[in-house]
C-alpha cells in the first residue's frame, strides 16, 4: 500500500514510464550498457565531435503533452503488457549484460 502512494502524485504518463523500465532492471540491463553510451564513448575515443538530435526534455514532452485520457489509456495499455509474462526482448538482448 505504501509503494502505491508514491504513484498517488505522479501523472499517468511519468507512471507509465517508471514502471515500463522495472522489467528490464529486473533482468540486470543498465543503461550503462545501452546503444547511446556505447556511441558516444566511440565518438570520444575517435575524437569525434558529440551531438544530440533530440533532448530529454523533448523526449519526455512527447509523454507530457498527451491528454489525460491519452496517459491514462497508456498506463493502462503498460500495466496490461508488463503483467504478462516475458521471455527476452529481441531489442534489447544486444547490449543486455553484454557490457
Do not use: C
Not at 14 to 27: C, D, E, Q, R
Amino acid at each position: 500500500m505504501e509503494s502505491e502512494l508514491a504513484f498517488e502524485q505522479m501523472q499517468p504518463w511519468y507512471v507509465f514510464l517508471t514502471l515500463s523500465i522495472l522489467p528490464a532492471v529486473h533482468s540486470g540491463y543498465t543503461s550503462g550498457n545501452g546503444v547511446d553510451l556505447q556511441i558516444r564513448q566511440q565518438f570520444a575515443t575517435a575524437g569525434k565531435p558529440i551531438l544530440g538530435l533530440e533532448t530529454a526534455d523533448s523526449q519526455l514532452h512527447i509523454f507530457a503533452d498527451l491528454s489525460q485520457a491519452e496517459q491514462v489509456a497508456l498506463l493502462e495499455e503498460g500495466l496490461a503488457t508488463i503483467a504478462k509474462p516475458q521471455r527476452g526482448d529481441p531489442q534489447l538482448d544486444p547490449w543486455s549484460m553484454s557490457g
